[in-house]
């Protein structure tokens, strides 16, 4: 039934976790009122039969009245059917919008016109190929260098808007080996058609094996366009170790320290995933997107009981570079721990529930950088 849904209907591939739960829904909608526009098209048909027949021409009708309860069926039914889809596309909503909290994080950066991949914690970076291991969750961290761009996996039936000088974040669960193109859904210049890129989803064993040879000499290997600062970084330095080497270079640490001593901004030591007092009173937590946002546009949500004095990175970061301040920026804990990442909201797909959101706790996991 699904395979000949699929084919009816040119879906591609069923190659994730969630391209079921989309596909089901689609079938779900199409049938319905497909079913709905069959029977609507055979009353039109048959009512000019009968009223065209012979002799009824010019006939006067009679008045037509309904009862209360064909009322409520002609507006309840098709209500409850609209609700029903709304129902459905939310928790698959919710589903997709809430990445598993043992996801592997990838970076993603769109520019025109091509797709660039990294993975934290030194591992390999590289153009239009993007390499993940089935059966495991994968969250991209997304950005782009210049203008809007969208990334679009058709058989994961996952996309997501991708915007200069903020993060957005998608997740999937490839369930077969194999290659699947990437489309931009974003009109976005000329080169927009040919802004492709693949997935390459591998073994879990085999990926492992191609992560750690990658990563033995793994170096920034993004040699198109104009030359990043990142690439004159030490090619086997780690994200964190290039994020600050970045950030002295940059001259952050003439205003932030990392140890928790004042200074003129806010110190950098746990500050990932805690909660600021912004000028005005909101309460705001320092996730991914907010530390990058505060490099970008600083005068746009201010700390409280500072001065605002620091300036715009915009231009003058990279984002492959933002993102290793970033990681750098999370990696310094005063208890040596790695902080678990905001969860947001999150569904268990177990259970078909939506948990609490996430509160932006500062709950810790122990152990050493991973
Ligand atoms: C001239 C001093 C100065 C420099 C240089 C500077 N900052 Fe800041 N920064 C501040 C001040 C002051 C604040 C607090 C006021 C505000 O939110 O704008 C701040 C806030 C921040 C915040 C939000 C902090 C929080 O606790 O919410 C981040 C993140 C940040 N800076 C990162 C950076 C990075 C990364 C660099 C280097 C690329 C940098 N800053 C360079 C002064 C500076
Ligand atoms: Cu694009």
Redesign the pocket.
């Known amino acids: 039934m699904n395979e000949l849904m699929r084919n009816m209907l040119f879906l591609p591939v069923q190659a994730s976790t969630m391209s079921t739960h989309i596909d089901y829904l689609h079938y779900f909608v199409i049938i319905t009122t497909m079913v709905v526009s069959t029977l609507i098209g055979g009353a039109a048909l048959g009512f000019y039969v009968k009223y065209r027949w012979k002799g009824r021409i010019g006939a006067k009708g009679e008045p037509v009245y309904t009862t209360f309860l064909g009322e409520a069926l002609i507006i309840g039914v098709p209500a409850f059917f609209f609700l029903l889809w709304f129902a459905i596309g939310y928790r698959d909503f919710v589903r997709l919008q809430s990445p598993p909290p043992n996801a592997q994080d990838v970076y993603v950066m769109?520019k025109?016109?091509m797709w660039k991949f990294s993975y934290p914690d030194g591992g390999p970076s590289g153009t239009n190929v993007l390499r993940v291991p089935a059966n495991r969750p994968i969250r991209l961290l997304m950005t782009s260098r210049d203008?809007i761009?969208?990334f679009f996996v058709p058989a994961f039936r996952t996309k997501q808007d991708v915007l200069p000088g903020r993060y957005t974040q998608s997740w999937f669960e490839a369930t077969k080996p194999g290659r699947y193109p990437v489309y931009?859904t974003?009109m976005?210049?000329t080169g927009?058609s040919t802004?492709r890129a693949e997935v390459v989803v591998m073994e879990p064993q085999e990926f492992d094996k191609w992560y750690a040879e990658e990563k033995s000499h793994s170096r920034a290997k993004q040699r198109d366009g104009r030359k990043t600062n990142i690439e004159d970084r030490d090619p086997h330095a780690t994200m964190i170790e290039m994020g600050r080497q970045l950030a002295e270079s940059a001259g952050c640490f003439k205003c932030h320290s990392t140890d928790g001593s004042p200074h003129i901004g806010p110190t950098w030591l746990d500050m990932y995933m805690r909660k600021e007092t912004l000028q005005g009173g909101q309460v705001q937590v320092a996730d991914e997107a907010y530390i990058t946002e505060s490099m970008m546009e600083p005068k746009l949500k201010q700390v409280q009981g500072y001065q605002l004095v620091m300036p715009s990175y915009r231009g003058r970061l990279e984002g492959p570079e933002s993102a290793a301040i970033v990681e750098y920026i999370k990696s310094l804990r005063s208890d040596g721990t790695e902080p678990v990442r905001d969860k947001g909201p999150q569904f268990d797909i177990k259970n078909g529930q939506v948990v609490e959101p996430g509160t932006g706790s500062t709950e810790v996991r122990t152990g050493g950088m991973q």
């Open positions: 769109g025109q016109w203008v761009h969208s931009c974003e976005c210049g927009h802004m």
